[in-house]
């Protein structure tokens, strides 16, 4: 039987509601181009120390295990400001919160265009760890704000592909600013784009004005009036309505939430090697020169950003299709880091060449393709009003793979016979791990099975 739309305490009538579709679409994809614009920013950041490894080894007069200390220590605080970031995401305004955590990104990079030392570099990359933790989570958070539950796979991967973008474009960009100029400019030019973001987000970005606890009732609803016209995408996501509330104990007691931080956590220990180590690879552990170094770590950021826009869409299209979450949000994710956990361990051994840089860009490709949609199987599990936390929590565990996997490349690399094989050791730990984990979430994650849990708990 249809529902009234009338007799819902809360929900908007239809003529309202009609008027205001269109507003809040364009206003949804607008603050959605910024959100890909902060990850685009957040991911340059990340990529600049290793694309000035070699200067920066030079006149730092760093060995590989304290450039690999550099690296590590953009994440020593990473997971605290992530935990906090998402505490504070659903209590402070996402306009006024995500311009702050721009201006400490600026803060932290200043320093770095002026002579520095070994500490002072090691500070600053703390101090922006600290700001960029809480990122993804409160993209994810304000992105989903916008957006009904069957349509955030999409956005999600859109959101994510803007962190493919980032060293796509800033690769060569600041690489022909770190042999033109020098390292130290290199992260000027950063400061001052960040600066520029934030003015922007002050003066268009928001969380969509509805609460998201708010809409998702709305859209729960009104599932049997969807029901009743016709079958639609949406019709089985409505149909678990998850409590307003769930102790977090309970939540991290999920297999979905624990299969997803183990998935995240080998996956991004994936991420922040090629961010941090990737750029010294091509030219101290295969030979390559500055400027072909400089167009070769763009491949696989290139083919991350298209593959992960292109799995949103093949998630949504199976789930308008039927096909149930553990599969579009767990199953895939989990397959495909699972694929690249594999061309990791085979380009390890491989010596430089068309074949080994080709698993190395379908591996990251791979490895990167499913962050989308496993945030949006993290949201059907997390109550609305949770959701940030729940997002900052997990961030900030698979934040410790960025702490671990840098630290110990750079051991590995200083203990190798040669650099080239201290990175094919680093590599083939990598991949192992990253198999391990994927098989661990394949056999754990079921958004469907585990809201229905919570549900019934309530």
Known sequence: MAVDRQEVPGLPSATA???????????????LALLVCLMLVNFADKVVV???????????????????????????????????????????????????????????????ATQVGFTTVVACRVLLGFAEGPTVALAMQVAHSWFPAHRRSVPSSIVIAGAGAGPLIAAPVLTWV???????????????????????????????????????????????????AAPTPDRHEAATALPERVPLRRLFSTGTLI??????????????????????????????????????????FLGAAVAVILVGVLSSALTRRGVGNRVTRGVLPAAMVLASGVCTVAFSSLDRGVPQMTLLV??????????????????????????????????GIYSLGGVVAPLVIGRLVDAGASAAAGYGDGFLVLGITMII???AALLLVDPDRDAARLAAAS
């Open 437 to 439: 984990g994927a098989v």
């Open 178 to 228: 770190i042999e033109t100029y020098s390292w130290h400019a290199a992260f000027g030019v950063l400061a001052a784009f960040g600066a520029v973001f934030a003015v922007l987000w002050l003066l268009g970005g928001d969380s969509e004005p509805e609460s998201a606890p708010t809409r998702d009732r709305q859209e729960v609803a009104t599932a049997g009036d969807r029901h009743d």
């Open 17 to 31: 509601s009609g008027a205001r579709v269109p507003a809040v679409r364009r206003r949804a994809w607008f603050v």
């Open 259 to 300: 299969g997803m931080a183990l998935l995240f956590f080998v996956a991004y220990a994936n991420t922040s090697v090629g961010v941090s180590w990737l750029p010294l690879y091509l030219r101290d552990g295969l030979g390559y020169d500055a400027t072909t170094a400089g167009r070769l770590v763009v491949l696989p």
């Open 362 to 395: 379908i591996g990251a490709c791979l490895n990167s393709a499913g962050y989308g949609v496993a945030f949006a199987g993290l949201a059907d599990v997390a109550p609305a009003g949770q959701r940030s936390t729940v997002f900052g929590i997990v961030t």
């Open 50 to 112: 290793g694309l000035s490894g070699v200067g920066m080894k030079r006149e730092l007069g760093l060995d590989s295990s304290q450039f690999g200390v550099i690296q590590s220590s953009f994440f020593w605080l990473f997971a605290v400001g992530s935990v906090l970031g998402g505490w504070l995401g659903g209590k402070v305004r996402a306009r006024w919160l995500l311009a702050g955590i721009a201006a400490l990104w600026v803060l932290s990079l200043v320093p770095m």
